[in-house]
C-alpha cells in the first residue's frame, strides 16, 4: 500500500478501496505523531466508514520507518490533556474498537504512547522485526484513561500491563509478539502483501456476523456485555439473507456473496 501523497507532514488521511479503507498517518518527521488538529479529521474520517456499509476492513499505517508516536506530547503539558484534546484521543481510540468494521494496525515501526492504545483498539496487529514499543505514561507523570488501562489487561494479561505501565520499558517485536500485543510478526517486504490478504479474508465474510461478534468479544473483554443486545443481533443474523446465501453456498461449495442483509 503506497503513500498516497507527496506531502511530509499532514493530517491522517483516507484512502478508499472497495471494501477496505486505509487511514495512514502522514507526519513521519515527527514519528507521526498525532496532532490536537488531527482528531476532527480522525473522527471524520471513522464517521465516513460508519456511514458506508461497503467498507468491511479498515487498516491504519504509519508513512516513513514509524507507526505512530501517539498523541503530542506538548499537548499534555501543564494538566491541559483534557482540554487540549488527551480527552478527545480517548474518545477516538474507544471509537476505534466500537468501529463495526474490522480493524488492522500495520505496524512497519516504532509506535509509542497512546499510539500503543490505538492499535490494541484494532482487532489485529501485524508486525515487522524492527519494531517496538513504549509506553512512556509513568515517565510523564500521565495517568492513563480507564478503558485504555482495560485494554491492556485484557488484551495483554495483567503482568504484561504492569510491566508496560509501571517501568515504561521498551520491547522488541519479538518480546511484542510473545506477550500477545502483535497478532503476527512478518518480514517488512511481507507486510502489505499480509495485510491485504488478511483484509481480502475478512471482507469476504458476513458482515453482520463478523460486526456483531466483533462487538460481543471486546464488551466481554472488559466485562461489559450487554446481552439484550447481543440476543437480538443474534436474532438478526439467525433471520438474514447472509445466513441463507452462506448454508447454499457451503452446500453448492461456491463463495458465498453477502450483502449485510
Given at each position: 500500500?503506497?503513500?498516497?501523497?507527496?506531502?511530509?507532514?499532514?493530517?491522517?488521511?483516507?484512502?478508499?478501496?472497495?471494501?477496505?479503507?486505509?487511514?495512514?498517518?502522514?507526519?513521519?518527521?515527527?514519528?507521526?505523531?498525532?496532532?490536537?488538529?488531527?482528531?476532527?479529521?480522525?473522527?471524520?474520517?471513522?464517521?465516513?466508514?460508519?456511514?458506508?456499509?461497503?467498507?468491511?476492513?479498515?487498516?491504519?499505517?504509519?508513512?516513513?520507518?514509524?507507526?505512530?508516536?501517539?498523541?503530542?506530547?506538548?499537548?499534555?503539558?501543564?494538566?491541559?490533556?483534557?482540554?487540549?484534546?488527551?480527552?478527545?484521543?480517548?474518545?477516538?481510540?474507544?471509537?476505534?474498537?466500537?468501529?463495526?468494521?474490522?480493524?488492522?494496525?500495520?505496524?512497519?515501526?516504532?509506535?509509542?504512547?497512546?499510539?500503543?492504545?490505538?492499535?490494541?483498539?484494532?482487532?489485529?496487529?501485524i508486525g515487522v522485526p524492527g519494531a517496538e514499543m513504549l509506553?512512556?505514561?509513568?515517565?510523564?507523570?500521565?495517568?492513563?484513561?480507564?478503558?485504555?488501562?482495560?485494554?491492556?489487561?485484557?488484551?495483554?494479561?495483567?503482568?504484561?500491563?504492569?510491566?508496560?505501565?509501571?517501568?515504561?520499558?521498551?520491547?522488541?517485536?519479538?518480546?511484542?509478539?510473545?506477550?500477545?500485543?502483535?497478532?503476527?510478526?512478518?518480514?517488512?517486504?511481507?507486510?502489505?502483501?499480509?495485510?491485504?490478504?488478511?483484509?481480502?479474508?475478512?471482507?469476504?465474510?458476513a458482515p453482520l456476523a463478523v460486526a456483531g461478534m466483533k462487538?460481543?468479544?471486546?464488551?466481554?473483554?472488559?466485562?461489559?456485555?450487554?446481552?439484550?443486545?447481543?440476543?437480538?443481533?443474534?436474532?438478526?443474523?439467525?433471520?438474514?439473507?447472509?445466513?441463507?446465501?452462506?448454508?447454499?453456498?457451503?452446500?453448492?461449495?461456491?463463495?458465498?456473496?453477502?450483502?449485510?442483509?
Open positions: 500500500m503506497p503513500g498516497m501523497t507527496t506531502d511530509e507532514s499532514s493530517a491522517p488521511r483516507l484512502d478508499l478501496s472497495g471494501a477496505v479503507a486505509t487511514i495512514e498517518f502522514c507526519r513521519p518527521r515527527q514519528a507521526n505523531r498525532v496532532e490536537p488538529g488531527d482528531l476532527e479529521v480522525l473522527h471524520g474520517h471513522l464517521a465516513r466508514i460508519e456511514a458506508d456499509a461497503a467498507i468491511r476492513v479498515l487498516v491504519f499505517r504509519g508513512r516513513g520507518k514509524h507507526f505512530s508516536a501517539g498523541y503530542t506530547i506538548q499537548a499534555l503539558a501543564g494538566g491541559e490533556g483534557r482540554a487540549s484534546g488527551g480527552g478527545g484521543f480517548e474518545r477516538l481510540v474507544n471509537r476505534v474498537e466500537d468501529l463495526g468494521a474490522v480493524t488492522i494496525a500495520a505496524l512497519n515501526g516504532g509506535v509509542y504512547g497512546g499510539s500503543t492504545d490505538l492499535a490494541l483498539a484494532c482487532d489485529f496487529r509506553m512512556p505514561a509513568a515517565r510523564l507523570g500521565l495517568h492513563y484513561y480507564e478503558r485504555g488501562l482495560y485494554r491492556y489487561v485484557s488484551r495483554l494479561g495483567l503482568n504484561h500491563a504492569k510491566a508496560l505501565f509501571l517501568t515504561a520499558g521498551r520491547i522488541d517485536a519479538r518480546r511484542m509478539l510473545e506477550i500477545g500485543y502483535l497478532t503476527e510478526l512478518v518480514e517488512p517486504e511481507q507486510l502489505d502483501a499480509r495485510v491485504q490478504e488478511l483484509a481480502a479474508t475478512i471482507a469476504g465474510l462487538r460481543a468479544l471486546n464488551e466481554i473483554a472488559r466485562g461489559a456485555l450487554d446481552v439484550p443486545a447481543l440476543r437480538a443481533r443474534i436474532a438478526q443474523s439467525t433471520a438474514s439473507e447472509d445466513l441463507r446465501e452462506g448454508v447454499l453456498a457451503w452446500q453448492e461449495k461456491r463463495p458465498p456473496r453477502f450483502t449485510g442483509r
